[in-house]
């Protein structure tokens, strides 16, 4: 039997399957809703030969990471997470339902799909008998979707001496796969001034939310979108009533870049406009966090790329990898040294909203190219 036809024949079960996660909870720091999707991996992958092991974490569900030990040479990560974006109930208002084409459920295209299409992967590698891989390797994370992470230790740990590490994140909507992607540091300014009476004695006040305005205009105004800089003032507030000049204001700041040196350069200018000093005699303080590396188009990434798109090709389809401003996992297996693909999963898009879907149509092919694709590197790892 070949990949896909056995991925057809099992194809009802799949969307058994996607019904089932798509029914559970499992949003942000939601325990015992991520647990239960771990406790289905550990289930479904225990019985194909994987040692399992599970990393509990105080505020979110564990993280898994499962290894199957193979008879080859090649040392390939897939990718996911178990954590969607949703709050406990929007499982129960929003069951999968089907739509022309299209599967609409929370958290079916971000990324239970995916991870489905991991799943049905390695179950149709088992089923035509191939194992000339040195270890296949899954890591499910629970905090993709949050900004303070436990798991980015454990992604670089897991990368150290893999050949590829391969991304369940859907396809984007028009089928391309990510070979590229930008990094992005977050940063935090908190701006001092003096209150007063707005309207008795103004001019004793020293205004925290204009002194702040006036210097995020000028921080924008770095942004470079034709070398792909670009920044973006996210969130702002500040102040306590109308009628008070306001002491105090606050800025979060997303910049994102493709390349760390322009990531490095764009903080430090940033950094330099507030710590200009104030004619206005506003106080600045800033902090900032590195949220996701750059993940570049190395040779090696392009090596992957040449791989999917012969995978697909030979699968009857057309492939093309394209470069995103988006951040995923994948940018950390970059970091290490590991070139990695990213949107992997079926074909899906308006993530994180009431309308998120992946398409029925491209189940099949989709899966079968990731177990194509597992197959290609072992191989080429092998020559």
Known sequence: MTIPAYLRSRLDQYLADLELLVA????????????????????????????????????????LLARLPGQGSARILLLGHSDTVYPKGTAAERPLKQAGDRLLGPGACDMKAGLLT???AIEALDAVG??????????????EELDERTSVPLIRQS???????????????NGDIVTARKGNVVMRVEAHGRAAHAGVEPEKGRNAISGLLRRLLQAEALAHPARGLTINIGLIGGGTMPNVVPDQASASIDIRAFEQRELDRAVAEIEGIF???????????????????????SQAVARLEALAIRAAADLGFELRGVSTGGAADSAFAAQAGVPALDGLGPIGGLDHGPDEYILKSSIVPRTALLAELIKGICIARSV
Request: with cysteine.
């Open 275 to 297: 710590a200009r000093p104030a004619v206005d005699d506003i106080r600045f303080t800033v902090q900032h966090r590195p949220a996701s590396p750059p993940m570049p188009r």
């Open 159 to 173: 990368m150290a001496g893999y050949d590829a590490a391969l991304t369940l994140e859907a396809a984007r909507e």
């Open 130 to 143: 191939f194992d000339d891989f040195r270890t296949l390797t899954l890591l499910c994370v629970a905090d």
């Open 24 to 63: 559970i909870d499992s949003g942000p720091c939601d325990k015992a809703g991520c647990n239960r999707v771990n406790d289905w991996l550990e289930e479904r992958l225990g019985p194909l030969g994987f040692s399992i092991e599970r990393f509990p974490q105080p505020d979110t569900g564990d993280h």
């Open 118 to 120: 991991g799943i049905y």
